[in-house]
C-alpha cells in the first residue's frame, strides 16, 4: 500500500513528461547536481537506494526551466501598505515555484492604529492573512503543490487575542499555519504563575492583555483544533550562528527552518531505517552517507535558480542547509526498541550527534578548498565552514512515502488507518514492518490457517478503529510494547526525543505532540512549560478529533466514546 501511494502522488504531481516512474526522476536530479559522471553516478545511488532524499521541490524542478530546490522561505513584512503588498507579491512568486514562506506579522500595527503616513487606519495582522491565503489559494489552482507559509505574531502585540483565534472556523486560512513568538521573559512569568502581569495595552481600545488571559486563549486554541504553534524567539536566537546578520523572526511554513529575511534552504533527509545492520546502526555506511548528501546539498545552491535576487543574495551569503532524518520510528523497531523508551532517545541523541559532527566535518574540509561561506566573519563558527548551518528535522510528510519509511523522528501515528486528502485520493493504509511481525506473532502464539486470519484481521480492524493495539491483551506484552503508536505515548515522552534530536539539531525540529482526545486544558499547559525548560525551539501539539478535515482518519475509539475519530 505504501508502494500504492508513492505511485499515485508520483503521477499527480512529480513525474515530468517522458518520466515513467520514481527511477526517472531520480536519474534527472542527479544529473542536474552532480559536477560530473561519477557524483552523478554517487548521487543517483544515494537516492535510488531510499537512503537520502531531497525536499520536494528539488525533486519537482531539478533540471528543468524551473531549477528552483528550495522549499524553505522566510520573507520580510513591513508595517506600511506597500511593504505588505511587496511580501504578498514577493510570496506568490516563490510559491508559483513550489517554495514555503514564512512571515511575522508584529510589525503591521493593530486594528485603529495609523498604518501609513497617509493616515489609512490598520485593520491590523489578522485582516491582512487572508489576503496573503487568497494568494496562495490563487496559486495552488495552477500548481502542482499546495501553497503553504507560516505565519507569526509576537505574543506582546495588542491583536494577539484575534490572531489566536484567527483559524477558530475550520477550513478558514487553509494555507498557513500560525505561531506565537513567545520570548523567555514572558514564558518565565507564565511559569512562575505571575498570570496577572501586562503583556500589551491595546492602543487603539485601552485593552489590556496579561500573561494568564493569552496563555489561557493558545490553550485553548491548541484543545480546541492544535493551533496555534509556539515559537521560544529565545532559543532560536541563542543558536543563531550569524548574530551580525540580524536577529531571527521567522521560520518556514513548518517551523523547522529558523531564517533571516529572504533567506531559503535545501532540505533532505536520510532514511535511518536503511542503516540498521543486524542490532545495531551501521555507523560507516551513515558517515559515507552524511558526506554525500551534505555536498548534495551545498551543490544545490549553486545549481538553484531563485525566485527573487534578494533571495540568491541572502541564500549566498549563508550557504545554510537542512540535512535531516526520516524513519526513525522504523530504525527502532527493526532494533528492538519502543520509540517511549529511554534507550530510544539515547540511541536517537547519539545518532543525530554523529550526523552534525560529520556534517560540520564534511562542510570544514569544504571550506579548506572553496573557502568559508561569505558571512563566516562575526558569525559563531570558529573554523571556516562552507554552511552557516547543517542540520534541520523536516517533517518528511511525502518523501518519506518515496523512501517507504515513517515521516521525519514521528511515531507512527497508526499502524493501519486511512489516509486521506493525498493528492486528491483516499487509501487504506497497514505499516509494512507491523503487518510482517503481526503475521510472526500471530504464528509464533499457535493461531494459524482459518484462525490466524481472523486473529490479524481483528488486530487490523481494532488498530484502524482507535489507532492502538494495546487493549488486545492475547498479543504478547512485548510486541504491544514495541509497537506504540503516536497516542499511546504520552506528550513528555514525545517532547522528550523532540529534545534528544534539537540538542544536536542546528536549526529547529517538527514534530506534532499528538494528544488523545480526552486530554485537558492542564495537560497541555504542562507540556508548553515542559517544552520551555527543555530548551525547544517550538511546540506544535494536535488533541485527536478536534479537526475534521485532517489526513489521518481512525473509524472510531470506544475508549474516547466516539463514533469517529480522526487526527
Not at 540498521?276 to 552524511?290: A, I
Request: hydrophobic share 40%; with cysteine; charged share 25%.
Amino acid at each position: 500500500m505504501m508502494d500504492e501511494i508513492a505511485d499515485h502522488i508520483l503521477k499527480s504531481r512529480y513525474l515530468l513528461p517522458g518520466e515513467k516512474d520514481i527511477t526517472d526522476i531520480f536519474r534527472r536530479v542527479a544529473g542536474s547536481i552532480g559536477r560530473d559522471d561519477a557524483e552523478r553516478d554517487l548521487f543517483f545511488q544515494l537516492m535510488e537506494r531510499g537512503e537520502f532524499l531531497p525536499n520536494s521541490p528539488t525533486l519537482m524542478n531539478a533540471g528543468t526551466s524551473c531549477n528552483q530546490l528550495a522549499g524553505c522561505f522566510v520573507l520580510p513584512m513591513g508595517n506600511t501598505i506597500a511593504g505588505i503588498f511587496d511580501a504578498v507579491k514577493q510570496g506568490a512568486i516563490i510559491q508559483m515555484t513550489g517554495g514555503g514562506t514564512g512571515y511575522n506579522f508584529t510589525e503591521i500595527p493593530p486594528a485603529g492604529r495609523a498604518i501609513d503616513p497617509g493616515g489609512m487606519i490598520s485593520p491590523g495582522p489578522v485582516a491582512f492573512l487572508s489576503v496573503f491565503d487568497s494568494a496562495s489559494e490563487v496559486i495552488r489552482q495552477g500548481g502542482r503543490r499546495r501553497g503553504a507559509n507560516m505565519g507569526i505574531l509576537d505574543i506582546r502585540h495588542p491583536d494577539i487575542l484575534t490572531f489566536i483565534d484567527a483559524k477558530e472556523e475550520e477550513g478558514k486560512l487553509s494555507h498557513f499555519n500560525l505561531s506565537v513568538n513567545v520570548p523567555d521573559a514572558v514564558m518565565e512569568s507564565y511559569a512562575d504563575g505571575r498570570t496577572e502581569e501586562i503583556l500589551s495595552t491595546h492602543p487603539a481600545t485601552g485593552r489590556e492583555n496579561t500573561v494568564g488571559e493569552v496563555f489561557d486563549a493558545i490553550i485553548n486554541g491548541m484543545h480546541r483544533d492544535g493551533e496555534p504553534g509556539l515559537l521560544f524567539s529565545d532559543a532560536i536566537n541563542r543558536e543563531n550562528t550569524t548574530p551580525h546578520l540580524g536577529e531571527i523572526t521567522a521560520t518556514n511554513p513548518c517551523g523547522e527552518e529558523p531564517l533571516l529575511p529572504y533567506e531559503a534552504c535545501i532540505l533532505g533527509s536520510i532514511n535511518l531505517a536503511r542503516f540498521v545492520d543486524g542490532g545495531s546502526p551501521d555507523w560507516r555506511r551513515l558517515e559515507r552517507t552524511v558526506r554525500r548528501a551534505v555536498r548534495f546539498l551545498d551543490l544545490a545552491i549553486d545549481r538553484t535558480a531563485f525566485p527573487l535576487p534578494e533571495n540568491e543574495d541572502a541564500v549566498r551569503k549563508t550557504r545554510k542547509i537542512g540535512l535531516g532524518v526520516m524513519g526513525l520510528h522504523d530504525a527502532l523497531i527493526l532494533l528492538g526498541l519502543p520509540y517511549d523508551s529511554s534507550a530510544a532517545r539515547e540511541l536517537a541523541e547519539e545518532v543525530m550527534a554523529f550526523i552534525t559532527q560529520t556534517a560540520v566535518d564534511e562542510s570544514e574540509q569544504m571550506a579548506e578548498i572553496q573557502g568559508p561561506f561569505p558571512a563566516w566573519e562575526g558569525s559563531i563558527w570558529e573554523k571556516p565552514v562552507q554552511n552557516a548551518t547543517l542540520t534541520t528535522i523536516a517533517p518528511t510528510g511525502t518523501i518519506s512515502f518515496f523512501a517507504g519509511c515513517s515521516p521525519g523522528i514521528e511515531p507512527v501515528y497508526s499502524f493501519a488507518f486511512t489516509r486521506q486528502h493525498t493528492a486528491g485520493a483516499e487509501f487504506e493504509v497497514i505499516h509494512p514492518l507491523f503487518s510482517a511481525r503481526l503475521d510472526e506473532e500471530i504464528a509464533r502464539l499457535g493461531y494459524h490457517g482459518d484462525e490466524g486470519r481472523a486473529r490479524r484481521d481483528t488486530v487490523i480492524k481494532e488498530v484502524r478503529r482507535c489507532g492502538s493495539l494495546q487493549h488486545i491483551g492475547w498479543l504478547s506484552s512485548g510486541f504491544r510494547r514495541l509497537f506504540v503508536s503516536a497516542l499511546d505515548i504520552s506528550w513528555r515522552d514525545h517532547l522528550l526525543m523532540q529534545a534528544a534530536f534539537q540538542r544536536h539539531t542546528h536549526a529547529s525540529i517538527a514534530k506534532t505532540i499528538n494528544l488523545p482526545p480526552a486530554t485537558g486544558r492542564d495537560a497541555i499547559r504542562d507540556a508548553i512549560i515542559c517544552a520551555w525548560k527543555l530548551s525547544l525551539k517550538g511546540l506544535t501539539i494536535y488533541r485527536t478529533g478536534s479537526r475534521m478535515g485532517s489526513v489521518y482518519s481512525l473509524t472510531g475509539c470506544r475508549v474516547c466514546g466516539e463514533d469517529s475519530t480522526r487526527s
